[in-house]
């Protein structure tokens, strides 16, 4: 009789804190950082450094990629015990297809300039690594609400090493952020020039080397030992 | 024909899809740690480029471009689908993917043993999809497309394999801790995509 209790107000609470319980917060600040996707887990590098150069296609893309992500976690959960196992690539990549679409007539909607910008890349969302790695990694084994969350943390995680390369960049390679120059004209007559190696792509690799260099030094557990 | 030659030694060198355009690179960065395997995923990937840009070709241009349903109908010359490439892009890469396999798996199983799990990957690998969109973006003909996929495909095996010889040798240096494996590898990556940087004097 305790037991039937005890149990009930155990699935009581589990449902009272469900939403953001520690458990789906940990689900939103571990991606930002130890289980990063681009340094730690090697996922959706391709657009990373494309879109880079200017800080504003680079916030646009990592809004991008986190709705996607996240509904496309949240879908595939919501349909995870009813797909075949052996299609179920094919109904992936259909449902992130269908949502890149959408993300993509919207920004050409609302922001042609950086549509155009970001031309190929946001149809490479579909085959960006993260999305279909946390589908196959998360959703295919956790509810929706959890997914959806992990959708956004990988989405966040993402996103701010975009913002950090993005603004390293467009500083120190245009002398702008945001479009706004950030050098004193005074600093130019004086001699200084724009860094014209942080404009080229080879530039955000170096910049995420240092970026993976930094974290892996505070955090040794981290360590590639091969 | 010299357009071809021009279109194909572009997109194998000039314009390389790993180190120009930095596309098809978390595959890039993950299979590189050896040469072998690194010549089993620049063949696939080559195989697959060769054949999907140019039936994508096919499919943008007899159904989806504005006037393309002209030949079913003529009140349907005015329906543009192109908003629908996306999907039916990766649609026909992923069914490719599997028919490949299955091909290669039935008539030489030799081959199929050495692309093994490489085959499936390459649906997700993201140069497959970039060739058909770069495709689409700089309006090939037909022959241009199918020499497009080649040479990109030659242009991104080149890269993985040179990158994996390079990473190969690496086992010998001292790096520091931190750095190792993947931090070195980016670093690497950064420094090739400069060298390949001076390709792009030349004008073809």
């Known amino acids: 009789m305790s037991q039937a209790t005890e149990t009930t107000t155990a699935v009581q609470e589990q449902k009272k804190d469900a939403w953001f319980s520690p458990k789906n917060r940990k689900l939103i600040t571990d991606p930002i950082g130890d289980n990063n996707p681009i340094t730690i887990q090697i996922l959706g590098l391709c657009s990373a450094l494309a879109v880079t150069t200017q800080l504003k296609p680079a916030i646009i893309m990592a809004i991008g990629v986190t709705i996607v992500t996240a509904f496309a976690n949240l879908i595939i959960s919501a349909m995870r015990n009813t797909i075949p196992n052996r299609i179920r690539m094919i109904v992936q990549l259909v449902v992130i297809a269908a949502l890149v679409v959408i993300v993509d007539q919207l920004l050409r909607a609302f922001v042609y300039d950086v549509s155009k910008k970001l031309s190929v890349f946001i149809g490479l969302i579909i085959t960006n690594c993260i999305v279909m790695g946390r589908l196959e990694a998360f959703a295919m084994a956790n509810k929706p609400w959890p997914s959806f969350l992990d959708g956004i943390g990988n989405g966040l995680g993402y996103g701010a090493i975009l913002v950090i390369i993005a603004l390293l960049r467009e500083s120190l390679g245009s002398g702008t952020i945001l479009g706004y120059q950030i050098i004193p004209q005074a600093f130019y007559t004086a001699g200084y020039v724009n860094n014209g190696l942080m404009v080229t792509p080879a530039a955000s690799m170096f910049i995420i080397a240092i970026i993976i260099w930094i974290q892996r030094s505070r955090n040794p557990k981290l360590v590639d030992i091969s | 024909m010299q357009d071809l030659l021009n279109i194909f030694i572009k997109s194998a060198f000039l314009e390389n899809m ?12 993950a299979v590189s740690k050896s040469v072998k395997t690194a010549v089993g995923l620049g063949a696939a990937v080559v195989f697959v480029l060769g054949i999907t840009v140019p039936i994508n070709w096919l499919f943008q ?39 490949v396999e299955m091909v290669v798996e039935k008539t030489s199983p030799t081959l199929y043993n050495a692309l093994g799990i490489f085959l ?19 309006e090939y003909n037909f022959p241009e497309s199918v020499v497009y996929g080649l040479g990109a495909g030659i242009g991104w095996a080149i890269a993985i394999i040179a990158m994996a010889a390079i990473r190969e040798k690496l086992r010998y240096s001292n790096i520091p801790p931190a750095l190792r494996g993947l931090g070195i590898a980016f670093i690497l990556t950064g420094l090739m995509g400069i060298a390949f940087m001076s390709l792009m004097g030349i004008k073809l």
């Open chain 2, 120 to 138: 499936p990957l390459i649906t997700v690998n993201c140069a497959i999809l970039a060739g058909a969109l770069f495709m689409v973006q700089r």
């Open chain 2, 18 to 29: 790993v180190l120009a355009y930095f596309i098809g690179m978390c595959s890039f960065m």
């Open chain 2, 61 to 99: 241009n007899l159904l989806l471009v504005e006037g393309a349903l002209g030949w079913i109908h003529p009140s349907l010359a005015t329906v543009d689908l192109t908003f629908l490439s996306f999907i039916v892009f990766i649609a026909v890469i992923a069914a490719l993917v599997q028919l």
